[in-house]
């Protein structure tokens, strides 16, 4: 199978892909304590997206453009607009990797992230860490 970077690279244009699913492993006690600053969705919403994926990584400014929600001075590492049927399509914007580095933060957390939120997670607080 093509990693994700694989697959990009072999695409034209924006980097964008679909339905594609990340396996990740985290220690429990990790996990714990990124659930509790927000990091990482409720056992409820961490599970793997079962609709139609579509994942984009951008800059910073591209980023920003679609997720107005970052503030000036966080990061803008990934996020996942609202959507009507965010259920059965979602989209995630990522940051690219240098911006992922430079930010100390891997892609895969930032996707578990926000596939927290493709499956219904919300917030109660924004804005720690850059990602929404
Ligand atoms: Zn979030």
């Known amino acids: 199978m093509l990693s994700l ?14 339905n594609f699913v990340y396996r990740y492993e985290l220690p429990d006690k990790q996990v714990e304590i ?10 409820e919403h961490d599970r793997p997206y079962t609709g139609v994926l579509t994942v984009i990584r951008g800059t910073q400014d591209e ?10 001075y966080n990061w803008a590492l990934g996020c996942s607009p609202v959507r009507m049927n965010r259920s059965t399509h979602c989209i995630v914007y990522i940051a690219d990797d240098a911006t992922l580095k430079a930010a ?29």
């Not at 990124?34 to 056992?43: H, Q, T, V």
């Not at 920003?64 to 000036?72: E, G, H, W």
Request: with cysteine; net charge positive.
């Open 5 to 18: 970077s694989a697959l990009l690279a072999l695409r034209p244009g924006p980097a964008v892909s679909t």
């Open 34 to 43: 990124m659930r509790k600053w927000d990091l990482l969705p409720p056992p």
């Open 63 to 72: 980023l920003r453009a679609q997720c107005p929600i970052f503030r000036p």
């Open 104 to 132: 100390g933060w891997r892609y895969d957390l930032v996707l578990r992230h926000e596939l927290g939120h493709c499956n219904g997670w919300r917030h109660e607080a924004y804005g720690l860490w850059g990602v929404y």
